[in-house]
């Protein structure tokens, strides 16, 4: 037990305090401690406990916090972590080379998977020991340990229309990589907005699954050691998690054999739940605060949130500022963006998803040459971005991989610039036309609304905001439009800053003329329930721009 108060202290110390509530049911069971513990998918200090990883959403980088000891410190994944990526997914994955030393995989917004592993048990820098392409067809990949019962750490894979592939693992990286063929293991799993990969939950040495209803139902998957057949059919164990924005497998906390579950509140609260056996958690305890700082935990449920994590903003002087996101619905304090007036002249300038892999929104600005970054990089020759009436990114449209710029002309006409693979900053093909006659007085680039993995789109009319559901074809990107409400004609600046809650879902920000700012949260849901009601955050922009 002394493992787990150094962790739970090191946790509180790294993320802050807050206070114990009631939480959401989760039916008890009493169990034994389990005979045969399964191992812990991430081991740095290789005391036996898996220890914990996150990253800030404030600066991009990573800590590793260690069970031996109680203390955390940076922690870096070799080349794959440049630029402080917050859309980087790290999955905990040990045991897949065949070797004792600590190993991990990253999961980019361009489809590409890299098993790091470390030279030492002791390393501080894993290094790429293989690296695998097209994973982008999928809007969820996670690690939930060793699923077939033969000692190597497993793969499931979701695509956004919900079926389900387990890549079982290998145990090697030689003669074909590090899994096995894909297998596919069940249909429906678009139904949950969060799987979490719990390890063993049971105690039976096999690894086991959480799944979350977007109502926030909470279901429990029983892992039964076969490739084909990896789950009994799922068992109800408890209501209420949708107050969560984060689910976290987190391993054994309390040193019983069986993994257990932390969970993330909006306001940043962390919450432990021990399982109790039979797939059941005891009631959650408080396990510390200052969640809503992170934009990563090490074993989170929910879809990766790739995309813009900020908005800019111009005074009426020319001065450009930038807002980043927090986990809690709020902005970080702004900083200046250039010079003192440097913008004095903004027309033709957009703020879009990130161009560079590195998921800060990127500025881009149009003239007669094309379209540039706020890097220097022109990413278009096209003289067309000049003279459209808007410029959006909401990420990857066509399924691909690469960011896509959209275009909207003054008559309606909307034309989709593919990003082009393997260009690092992305740049943009040939526009091709995808829509015509579209009624629209404004365009925003939101990416992931609906939360099944695919970016969406965002559009207003005559006082009305629709959805446009992405499909990630590239000659149709976008599902006929579905109406959202009306009375939102009401704003100075409708605009996307991406994921503001912390549960991989975009958020739309609206600014009245008087320069209240207020928070739409993207629920799950559809239609009039696409977004929560509104939630004002801040007052005093009186800005120009803001995009």
């Not at 401690?33 to 191992?39: L, Q, V, Y």
């Amino acid at each position: 037990m002394l493992h787990t108060r150094r962790l739970a202290a090191c946790v509180a110390l790294a993320l802050g305090v807050g206070l114990l509530s009631v939480g959401p049911t989760s039916t008890p069971a009493d169990a034994a401690p389990a005979a045969t513990p399964a191992k812990p998918r991430f081991d740095r200090d290789g005391d036996g406990r898996s220890d914990r990883v996150y990253r800030s959403a404030t600066t991009g980088k990573l800590t590793v916090s260690l069970s031996k000891t109680g203390t955390s410190a940076p922690f870096t994944i070799g080349n794959d972590d440049l630029d402080g990526s917050v859309g980087t997914e790290i999955l905990a994955a040990d045991n897949l080379w065949g070797t004792e030393a600590t190993e991990l995989l990253t999961l980019r917004s361009d489809g590409t998977l890299v098993l790091h592993a470390a030279k030492s048990p002791t390393a501080t820098e894993p290094g790429a020991v293989w690296q695998g392409y097209g994973w982008h067809i999928y809007n969820k990949v996670l690690a939930p340990g060793d699923l077939t019962k033969d000692g190597f750490q497993d793969l499931l894979a979701r695509t956004p229309s919900g079926t389900l592939y387990l890549y079982a693992g290998r145990g090697t990286v030689y003669n074909g990589g590090p899994f096995k063929t894909r297998v596919k293991v069940g249909e429906g799993w678009q139904a949950y907005d969060q799987l979490v990969g719990t390890n063993d939950v049971d105690g039976d040495a096999i690894a086991d699954l959480v799944a979350r209803t977007p109502v926030g139902d909470l279901y429990f998957y029983k892992g039964t050691g076969s490739a084909t057949v990896p789950f009994k059919p799922r068992v109800r164990i408890g209501g209420g998690w949708q107050v969560y924005n984060q689910i976290i497998g987190a391993d054994d906390l309390d040193s019983d054999g069986r993994a257990d579950l932390l969970a993330r509140t909006p306001s940043g609260s962390f919450y432990r739940y021990l399982s109790s056996g039979g797939g059941r958690f005891a009631t959650r305890t408080y396990y510390g605060g200052g969640g809503q700082n992170l934009s990563y935990y090490l074993g989170q449920g929910g879809v990766p949130a790739y995309g813009k994590h900020g908005l800019f903003a111009v005074d009426p002087a020319g001065t450009a500022y930038t807002y980043g996101t927090l986990s809690n619905g709020t902005f970080t304090a702004r900083k200046q963006f250039g010079a003192i007036g440097e913008y004095a002249y903004h027309w033709g300038m957009s703020s879009v998803h990130a161009m560079n892999r590195n998921d800060r929104a990127t500025l881009l600005t149009a003239n007669n040459a094309g379209l540039w970054g706020d890097d220097g990089y022109m990413i278009s020759s096209s003289p067309a971005f000049r003279d459209y009436a808007a410029r959006i990114s909401i990420g990857d449209v066509t399924g691909d991989g690469p960011t896509d710029v959209i275009g909207l002309d003054m008559w309606g006409g909307v034309f989709l610039y593919p990003g082009l693979k393997n260009e690092t900053p992305t740049r943009l093909g040939a526009g091709v036309r995808i829509g015509t006659g579209w009624k629209v007085d404004r365009m925003v680039g939101a990416g992931d609304v609906t939360g099944d993995g695919r970016a969406d789109l965002i559009s207003r009319y005559d006082n009305r905001l629709y959805v446009h559901p992405g499909t990630d074809s590239p000659t149709a990107p976008f599902a006929p439009r579905v109406l959202i409400g009306s009375g939102w004609d009401g704003y100075a600046h409708l605009v996307a800053p991406g994921d503001m809650t912390g549960d991989g879902r975009a958020d739309l920000v609206a600014v009245t003329t008087s320069g209240d700012v207020y928070r739409y949260t993207a629920t799950g849901l559809g239609g009039a329930s696409t977004f929560a009601p509104r939630v004002k955050i801040a007052s005093g922009w009186k800005y120009d721009h803001v995009s």
